[in-house]
């Protein structure tokens, strides 16, 4: 536990203000993103003063993979795979661990620009070599230019948002999470702003929380000593334009080396800031005019600035409604699958809960007896959406309201559950590495009740829209159903187990809802339904299917292998395998699922490792370098065994050993299952058992050492 003082605002202002900042973080780099990189004078000759979206003009999606929200969203979880040291800190050296188990190589979290030229990059390399945090961003190591990018500023959120009302320990943590991959102004950049929306959660003084800012970094550093000359042009000159141009002069592109120095976009950031302390669409405006790193600054202000001002001054009525497009979306791209498509209200929850922890509270309660989506934060959809039909759907009285229109037929309202159809036209340096978030054999269920100016009955089925080969999304619908008259305010349940399918992963999950007059039971004026309450959405239990590789039909990379975290050189599938993959050099992975499998059975037939000295089935997977394991193994001398594997970090434990003559293209059945802390593996006639209760959940996986594996038949059930 820290030792620092426990922060004093309430429970609910800390849920509150969070969530801000997470909206405010997203905005920013959604907002910021298409136009990345471009100099102030082109944005304002192709688009003008950046006060809206401008995905669409640019024919891009508005949610795309992108490093801010990924390596915010996924470091901060440092916090959940190490302890803290003596003094209360977690330090660089664990949060260098947890980059290599979210980060998949060559296609997640960052840009992947090159050994010495993407600072990431570089630290990931040394990471991978063994160099550990902080050397591995250090001057040192990899010299100031590539040190002193914007990088460490960029993921600097969460060390803020789980220190409320602390900058110093939010500083603290900044520093060690900063020099991770960077060293010099980048990281005293990182504390600044740390520390800035650490206290923003109790003060919306901009100058105090400047000033606090620069409490913890050197007074001499060139970070410090540029922000006093912008301040001192901003009382000046009263005008941002002015004051951008006096930045350009002096501290542009063109006065520093490497791709994307720190100093020119951190200062546009404080400027913007004391341009527009309270006014959050005019910070917007400004830093994302100015050009330059837009979705990195903009992501940053876009915090900064929200966690402030709090939820209803932030987001005003009488302001643009940016949260409206967004819907609460959010894309984290790591190797954790199950928590790549994401939402606000959901990673609020995780960021608070993580602060609670660290300053020794229990944590809060998940809503509605833990339904994924509640709708309890103010204004929050959780990704739901009307996607088809004439309705509205908005957030209020702690549930999903989805006005009605009678008249105009059904209305499907929903949320994504994996690798959105846009994943086909996303621009950006990284794939999108997730898992779907539903799957056969679990249990939905939807809780509804119909409003009090109800004027038809409304039928209510769960949908799914599931991909096919044409990569198409074509509609499944519960065989069950509820009615909601007008007049019955109770809440009904309606619930449904997810069939098996053909293979291909859900895209989205929610209701389909069917007025009377949609079926021709009325006289079909156009009388309006009004309106139905969603109060909660949510699946439970574990999956029951058996993974099915469907027919590319030559598509190449399909919606099933996007359902997949690829962590190998080689991804391939042939007519008598499921799986099949191949490590050069290394170890390899590839998974599917989320940590809500706990209790859970893998079945894999005809496993054949086709070279290499070690391969076998992964369970309980969370991430890269976290997972158990039953695998064929060889030893030193020669001799070969069967082993009950853990990973843990750069640690392979053998929880359980066997000797077992197997061979290289030899088929075998395997099985490996969960439950409670009891680990069980078949190879064969051999039986494995091991005890170990670190890893609760998580996906299963096929991993492999220098080599190729594959597999038949897979099988996923609960255990009985």
Not at 381 to 391: L, R, Y
Not at 589 to 609: E, H, L, S
Request: hydrophobic share 40%.
């Amino acid at each position: 536990m820290t030792t620092a003082t426990t922060p004093t605002i309430s429970d609910a202002e800390y849920l509150s203000r969070t969530y801000a900042g997470v909206l405010g973080k997203l905005i920013g780099v959604y907002l910021g993103r298409p136009f990345e990189g471009w100099s102030h004078q082109r944005i304002v000759e192709e688009l003008g003063h950046i006060k809206w979206y401008v995905h669409e003009k640019k024919g891009v999606p508005l949610l795309v993979t992108d490093d801010d929200v990924s390596g915010t969203f996924a470091f901060i979880r440092a916090l959940e795979e190490h302890p803290l040291d003596k003094t209360g800190l977690l330090p660089a050296s664990a949060i260098g661990k947890t980059w290599l188990n979210q980060v998949v190589e060559r296609k997640s979290v960052f840009w992947w620009g090159g050994n010495g030229i993407s600072t990431e990059h570089t630290a990931y390399n040394n990471l991978k070599k063994g160099i550990p945090a902080p050397a591995s961003g250090s001057i040192a190591v990899n010299g100031t230019t590539v040190a002193e990018q914007i990088g460490a500023q960029i993921f600097i959120d969460g060390w803020a948002l789980v220190n409320p009302g602390n900058p110093a320990e939010a500083a603290r943590f900044a520093e060690q999470a900063g020099k991770v991959s960077h060293d010099g102004e980048s990281v005293y950049a990182a504390q600044l702003w740390a520390a800035m929306e650490a206290e923003a959660y109790v003060s919306s003084d901009i100058d105090h929380l400047l000033d606090t800012g620069l409490s913890f970094i050197p007074a001499k550093s060139k970070i410090a000593r540029s922000i006093a000359e912008v301040r001192a042009w901003v009382k000046e000159d009263n005008d941002w334009l002015v004051t951008r141009q006096r930045v350009e002069d002096k501290y542009g592109y063109d006065k520093f080396p490497g791709f994307c120095h720190v100093v020119p976009n951190h200062l546009i950031m404080i400027m913007s800031v004391l341009y527009a302390p309270h006014d959050f669409s005019l910070a917007m405006e400004i830093v994302n005019t100015c050009g330059w790193d837009t979705d990195c600054n903009s992501g940053n202000v876009g915090c900064f600035v929200a966690i402030m001002l709090g939820l209803d001054k932030a987001f005003t009525k009488a302001s643009p409604d940016w949260r409206e497009p967004l819907a609460d979306r959010a894309i984290i791209s790591s190797a954790d699958g199950g928590y790549s498509i994401n939402n606000a209200a959901r990673i609020t929850y995780d960021i608070v809960n993580m602060g609670r922890a660290l300053h020794g509270k229990a944590p809060l309660p998940q809503p509605k007896d833990g339904a994924q989506f509640h709708f309890t934060l103010p204004g929050s959809v959780q990704g739901f959406q009307v996607t088809s039909g004439d309705a509205k759907a908005y957030q209020a009285d702690d549930a999903l309201v989805i006005d009605l229109n009678a008249a105009a037929g059904p209305v499907e309202v929903s949320t994504g559950i994996s690798a959105p159809k846009d994943t086909e036209n996303m621009p950006g340096v990284y794939l999108l590495s997730s898992s779907p978030l539903i799957y056969p054999g679990q249990k939905l269920k939807a809780v509804l009740r119909a409003g009090d100016d109800l004027s038809a009955p409304v039928t209510a089925r769960i949908r799914l829209q599931v991909f096919n080969a044409e990569h198409v999304a074509k509609p499944v619908d519960s065989d069950t159903s509820v009615t909601l008259t007008p007049g019955d305010s109770k809440l009904h349940e309606l619930e449904w187990t997810v069939p098996q399918g053909d293979g291909w992963p859900i895209v989205s999950a929610g209701v389909l809802l069917t007025p009377a007059s949609a079926n021709g039971n009325s006289n079909g004026a156009a009388a309006h339904t009004s309106k139905i309450y969603l109060d909660s959405f949510r699946w439970t239990g574990q999956p029951d299917f058996t993974v099915i590789r469907p027919a590319d039909k030559g598509r190449g990379q399909t919606f099933w292998d996007l359902a997949w975290v690829q962590s190998v050189s080689n991804w391939a599938g042939t007519p008598t395998t499921t799986l099949y993959i191949g490590q050069d050099v290394g170890e390899g992975i590839v998974i599917q699922g989320t940590r809500d499998w706990t209790n859970y059975r893998v079945t894999a037939k005809d496993v054949i490792v086709r070279y290499g000295p070690r391969a076998g089935v992964a369970i309980r997977a969370q991430g890269l370098k976290r997972w158990y394991a039953v695998q064929f193994a060889t030893a030193a001398d020669g001799s070969t065994y069967v082993a009950i594997v853990k990973a843990l970090d750069e640690q392979r434990i053998e929880l359980a050993v066997a000797p077992f003559k197997w061979a290289i293209d030899e088929s075998y059945d395997v099985a490996i299952e969960a439950e409670g802390a009891t680990i069980k593996a078949t190879v064969g006639d051999v039986v494995l058992t091991a005890s170990d209760d670190q890893y609760a959940g998580g996906g299963f996986g096929l991993v492999v050492n220098d080599g190729s594996v594959s597999t038949g038949t897979i099988r996923i059930q609960p255990v009985q």
